[in-house]
């Protein structure tokens, strides 16, 4: 093959090459002809002919070897390389006329000397022959070693013993050749701990195969990363294109520093980070290169087992801007060994490079000669998510008449990519529903929950929401409140967006609620109902996995809470909320201090959340005010009144459950004075109990039983009698209030 490309240097011209696979050849062809011509003048230099003399030193050698001076051996290289000249100004006639030279690509992306190239062209050359390999063996005067050594190259391409000595430089950790891993360098000598000068060269797999015009990632990189030929992603998307018009003006103004920026892209999963950046490579005419961060990730205390340079070194092969996707996992403070891993990896590569993330980062100094520009990406309004929707369902045709998307997007606020999968997930729905009809706002819905369902970890469980407004029993007042909190949610878009509130409202634009009350009274299940009424997930807070006792902990849970749920539209149930939210003190040591820190950082994230969140708490005086006075709304659920507690028991008995013909509803709502909650305790373990027995009904019996376990839970000792059924007087009306009264 080398052969077949060798060309004299009388033949060299200034004409373009045909392709970067024939400069290749020729430069291959010229060390090609460098190894052939050193063995012949070592061939012609040697003092000992004998078939035995790589078993021995002779007198010759030995008189040879005392009057040789330090410096090059006797057939080393001397004069001038008109050659390697000629074969340069042939390549810059090339890519004047845009034909592509890898090799002279991989030169300018590494910033290589001459002398780099020839040692990578001297490694390269047993790659393609391995003929090759007998004369380099030869040179080595060991036959075994067919690989160059340092030794080698210095010998065949430095004229002087001080260019011998200056090129040893080429060859040190901090070198392009080792450092971007071009080169290999190791020991193929059998003594221990050879000198440099004996350790052998081999040019890396990966850069093997971009010289022979392949651009498939290496096998430590491809599995987490994915060339990306870039496209105008951002679509009917105004306020991402002026943002992506005012970067690509940032990247184009000039720096002293010759390198591309770092830019950081934060905002929550699906809010258009690729996309900018592929507008923005678009627009430069470079590709891109995307790397899954969270997929590199080990052990907490260790890096990354891949190279993360290695991810820069692919970016410069193909001449692609770097996107780290999601690269806030990777700088984070708890894993500092790949978070210092990747801040070199960004120190060391010069190119254009993106990273991605939910948290806000800041380098704090740590990238030194590289210009830096955080951006967080704005969440589109209500309208553009509505628009985004239609335009993914394929036009309004697809949907059943009626469907409000501006208020159904207001209400999820949905990152674009999670519209686009809401779309497909809606069409699936209503294709399984197998009718042919429309897509319905039912539709819609179940596909929002279903793109929200990522959970928040240990800090939170999502709550089944089953209740309907039939199962709450409340005053109507309180009742109209809990409408009204529905209505905020449901015309937050227009109220907002359309008729511009939004403007107004710097901070607290989401909805606080606080729900007040004794135990047991239906705070939680009152949440539930607005849940389910607003098609939106709840989720209850885990304050034991919140609150931690060592000093800043709870402020970085609260901060994964907050985002995380913004991210989703979830609505956020702190139950008795009391225990966080509670009044800051008078600092007298370093605990209250730090309290206090907390209670102002939820203060915080209260009025910057942009969801709902529902308080509730048993013990409102002990609220801290500023919390208060942050409340939308206060719904102060009461004790039950004998009329509500009728209703109440109506409700927590199930039609299907059998009733002996004593049980008397109206007794029991005015004999057992406590909250709606001990009533639907006392119901199931009333049922319970008969079952146990094997019952056919529930009898009064059972209920009064269950009661005074209740109450007994509750620290009230009552006797006997206060459990008995009513005066005789009232066995008459008992009849009345049997269980076929229960949905009266």
Request: charged residues 25%; glycine residues 8%; proline residues 6%.
């Amino acid at each position: 093959m080398i052969a077949a490309a060798r060309a004299r240097p009388a033949e060299v011209q200034t004409r373009p090459f045909g392709s970067s696979r024939e400069h290749l050849l020729l430069e291959l062809s010229r060390a090609d002809r460098r190894v052939r011509e050193a063995a012949r003048r070592a061939r012609a230099a040697a003092p000992d002919d004998s078939e035995m003399k790589n078993l021995y030193v002779s007198d010759a050698e030995v008189d040879a070897l005392v009057e040789e001076p330090l410096g090059p051996p006797s057939w080393a290289h001397e004069g001038e390389d008109e050659e390697a000249a000629a074969i340069e100004a042939r390549a810059r006639e090339s890519e004047r006329h845009g034909v592509a030279l890898r090799l002279a690509g991989l030169r300018r992306a590494f910033a290589l000397t001459r002398f780099d190239v020839d040692v990578l062209l001297m490694a390269l050359l047993p790659e393609v022959d391995l003929r090759i390999g007998r004369l380099i063996g030869y040179l080595h005067d060991d036959l075994t070693r067919r690989r160059p050594s340092v030794d080698l190259v210095l010998s065949l391409f430095c004229r002087s013993f001080e260019a011998r000595l200056a090129a040893r430089e080429r060859f040190t950790a901090g070198s392009p050749l080792l450092r971007h891993g071009l080169l290999q360098v190791f020991t193929d000598s059998p003594a221990q701990r050879p000198p440099l000068l004996a350790h052998a060269l081999k040019v890396d797999d990966r850069i093997i195969a971009y010289l022979h015009d392949s651009d498939a990632l290496d096998a430590a990189t491809a599995p987490h990363a994915r060339a990306v030929v870039p496209r105008a992603a951002l679509g009917d998307r105004p306020a991402l294109s002026e943002l992506a018009g005012r970067l690509l003006r940032f990247i184009a103004s000039p720096d002293g520093a010759g390198k591309g920026p770092v830019i950081y892209l934060e905002g929550p999963p699906g809010s258009g980070q690729q996309a900018v950046a592929e507008t923005l490579c678009h627009e430069l005419q470079i590709p891109l290169l995307v790397v899954d961060g969270p997929s590199l990730l080990g052990a907490a205390d260790e890096p990354s087992r891949v190279p993360l340079s290695a991810f820069g070194r692919e970016a410069r092969l193909g001449g692609a801007a770097l996107f780290w996707e999601g690269a806030d996992a990777l700088l984070d403070e708890g894993r500092p060994a790949t978070s210092a891993a990747l801040i070199r990896a960004l120190v060391e590569h010069p190119g254009l490079v993106f990273l991605s993330g939910a948290a806000a980062w800041e380098p704090t100094g740590t990238l030194p000669g590289r210009p830096f520009l955080r951006v967080r990406l704005p969440r589109p309004a209500a309208a553009e998510q509505a628009r985004l929707l239609l335009a993914a369902l394929g036009g309004g045709g697809a949907l059943a008449p009626g469907v409000d998307l501006e208020a159904l997007t207001g209400m999820f606020r949905l990152t674009p990519g999670r519209v686009e999968d809401a779309a497909a997930a809606a069409r699936e729905l209503a294709r399984f529903r197998g009718d042919g009809g429309p897509i319905t706002e039912a539709d819609l819905r179940a596909a929002f929950r279903h793109q929200n369902r990522r959970g928040l970890g240990v800090l939170a469980r999502r709550i089944e929401t089953t209740q309907t407004w039939s199962d709450l029993v409340l005053p109507r007042d309180r009742e109209v409140l809990l409408r009204e909190i529905c209505a905020h949610v449901r015309h937050r878009s227009r109220v907002c967006g359309t008729w511009g509130f939004e403007r107004k409202l710097s901070l607290g634009k989401g909805l606080g609620v606080l729900f007040s009350g004794p135990p047991g009274t239906g705070k939680t299940m009152a949440a539930g109902v607005l849940a389910a009424e607003l098609g939106l997930e709840l989720y209850h807070i885990d304050l034991s996995s919140v609150v931690s006792k060592y000093i800043g902990e709870t402020e970085k849970h609260l901060a994964r809470l907050f985002d995380e749920a913004e991210a989703m539209g979830a609505i956020l149930f702190f139950d008795e909320a009391d225990a966080v939210f509670g009044k800051r003190t008078e600092v007298k040591d370093a605990h209250d201090r730090y309290a206090n820190v907390e209670t102002s950082y939820l203060l915080q994230r209260i009025d910057a959340y942009e969801g709902m969140v529902i308080l509730a708490s048993n013990l409102t005086k002990n609220m801290d005010e500023a919390f208060v006075r942050r409340l939308r709304f206060i719904v102060d659920l009461p004790f039950p009144r004998e009329a509500e507690r009728r209703r109440i028991w109506e409700r927590v008995l199930p039609p299907e459950t059998p009733l002996a013909a004593d049980v008397d509803l109206a007794w029991l709502a005015r004999k057992l004075e406590v909250a709606g909650g001990y009533l639907r305790n006392i119901a199931l373990s009333a049922a319970f109990l008969a079952a146990d027995e094997g019952a056919a009904e529930v009898s009064m019996r059972h209920l009064l039983s269950a009661g005074r376990r209740e109450y007994a839970k509750m620290g009230k000792v009552m006797d006997d009698g206060y459990f008995a059924c009513g005066p005789p007087n009232e066995t008459a009306d008992r009849g009345a209030a049997t269980g076929h009264e229960r949905g009266g």
